[in-house]
């Protein structure tokens, strides 16, 4: 079992949409998530954390993180063309792992207008 | 500005061939980390290093070299023992114990000619 998995996608959505990306983690003990998104050819670029169960809402962007199902997602809400990317999840994985986060493969978004 | 500055942004190895790959930051992170993404692929963990002259294997060290002299500075070398280091290399930092995430520099990329 991998330790942080996502569907690789693609995922087409319309323009304007909701865009729902998910990710399962392996670790119960994680502590910390991210998530980053890498436009094709550069480097990835963080664009939310979350610690706490719940939401955490920034602008269009909102991490969702239930710990009890091991489950974090990224909404982004009114979809543009600028979003199209790769989003990656990573988790910290625990204190036995304390110093480093594990990347999942990533899920390839398009925005259709 | 503070960041990550990787150079050189591509190049190209022959065969038998070490070459090092350099990352420098300004950000005063403790942390600093190699990872390797193929294409399609997510990230996977070369090395990584939480203080100055003191470094750890991660996933894929094989035929791969680092130090950590200065707090600032984490060269990689690609070393003529790792068979297929075509690929994108990435070096990013982060405070001790990644709470807030890793902050990446913009990448190398390695081709085998």
């Known amino acids: 079992q991998k330790e942080v998995e996502q569907n690789s996608g693609p995922l087409s959505v319309p323009e304007g949409a909701i865009a729902s990306l998910n990710c399962t983690y392996s670790d119960r003990g994680s502590q910390s998530f991210f998530w980053y998104r890498q436009y094709s050819g550069k480097s990835p670029e963080l664009i939310m954390f979350i610690y706490s169960n719940g939401d955490k809402e920034d602008g269009r962007f909102t991490a969702q993180l239930n710990k009890a199902s091991q489950y974090v997602s990224l909404l982004i809400r009114d979809s543009q063309p600028s979003d199209s990317a790769t989003y990656l999840c990573?988790?910290?994985?625990?204190?036995?792992?304390?110093?480093?986060?594990?990347f999942g493969s990533g899920t390839r978004l398009s925005i259709r207008p | 500005d503070g960041g990550i500055t990787q150079s050189p942004k591509y190049l190209f190895r022959k065969e038998g061939q070490n070459v090092t790959l350099s990352c420098e930051q300004n950000l005063n992170h403790d942390a600093m980390y190699w990872y390797r993404q193929d294409p399609g692929q997510g990230l996977r963990l070369i090395y990584y290093s939480q203080i100055v002259n003191d470094f750890q294997k991660g996933d894929i060290a094989e035929g791969y070299s680092v130090s950590r002299e200065k707090k600032e500075s984490f060269p990689l070398t690609v070393t003529s023992a790792q068979k297929n280091p075509t690929a994108f290399y990435l070096c990013a930092s982060s405070i001790a114990g990644v709470r807030y995430g890793y902050t990446f520099g913009s990448g190398t990329r390695l081709t085998v000619v």
């Open positions: 990573a988790v910290n994985p625990g204190y036995s792992s304390a110093s480093k986060i594990i």
